[in-house]
């Protein structure tokens, strides 16, 4: 398969920080359409269609926020949708409200996770999700997990950074989106990577991989439902373009998680 590349990216991946890394959005900036989203949408379409049980899961509970989800990314993308929506590339594809998750993945260039708290629970728990390009974690694990069930077995989210993320998704506020990236070394480009929790970790790919994988991460709440979305833009470059953008790495090896 031909792989699906970004030429640029619109922060330096390779930047250090430490976790969790958030900085605040601007309001209207937490959706994006770049320079690969064609392919990333053949590419979203085709897993769709082809193994749906992998890359979408909505409990009834989170089918109001999916719903809300939905309204919000058609009044940023295509205000005027209807029964079908105009996507960026300039194809027309159904409006479903019964399957927002499933429009939304159709239609929008990120992956979306929804996480509510349940009354007296001490954690978010994950109600939702249409992950089509997941790296190195698999939906079918994580469904219906808190924050630190999801995390498992990143070895840096301790339990220090667990209690900081749980704050950051309990503080966050409507209308005042917050934002991370990652950025990791891979010898392999493919957008969609799963991976078990059990299964052995990768070693840092280091100075022979030739893609960098950053993902764009977005924490905002949404205002009527009150539920949290985590939204994923993947962005996979080859190790050129990143050279040619930001120059050569100083540490080849380490990845920014």
Request: hydrophobic share 45%.
């Amino acid at each position: 398969m031909t792989a699906i590349l970004q030429k640029t990216i619109p922060y330096n991946p390779l930047e250090e920080k430490k976790l969790p890394g958030i900085q605040p959005l601007a309001p209207e900036a937490w959706l994006m359409a770049d320079d690969a989203y064609a392919g990333q949408m053949a590419e979203r379409e085709r897993l769709l269609a082809s193994r749906r049980d992998e890359v979408l899961q909505l409990d009834a509970r989170a089918m109001a926020a999916a719903q809300e989800l939905l309204h919000m990314a058609l009044d940023a993308l295509d205000p005027g949708a209807g029964d079908t929506a105009l996507r960026p590339d300039g194809v027309r594809v159904p409006v479903d409200w019964e399957d927002p998750l499933g429009t939304l993945g159709g239609f929008a260039q990120q992956d979306f996770c929804i996480l509510q708290k349940p009354d007296g629970a001490p954690e978010h728990v994950l109600t939702g999700a249409v992950l089509c390009f997941p790296a190195s974690w698999t939906l079918a694990e994580k469904y219906l997990q808190p924050l630190t069930g999801i995390h498992v077995p990143v070895d840096s989210y301790d339990a220090g950074i667990a209690a900081r993320v749980q704050r950051l998704f309990d503080g966050v506020q409507a209308g005042r989106p917050l934002w991370r990236f990652n950025a990791l070394w891979y010898h392999d480009p493919a957008l969609f990577q799963p991976r078990s929790q059990l299964a052995p970790r990768d070693r840092p790919h280091g100075s022979s991989a030739g893609y960098l994988r950053s993902e764009k991460q977005v924490i905002m709440r949404l205002p009527q439902t009150r539920a949290v979305v985590f939204a994923i833009h993947t962005s996979v470059l080859a190790r050129a373009d990143v050279i040619r953008q930001w120059g050569a790495p100083q540490d080849d090896g380490g990845a920014r998680l």
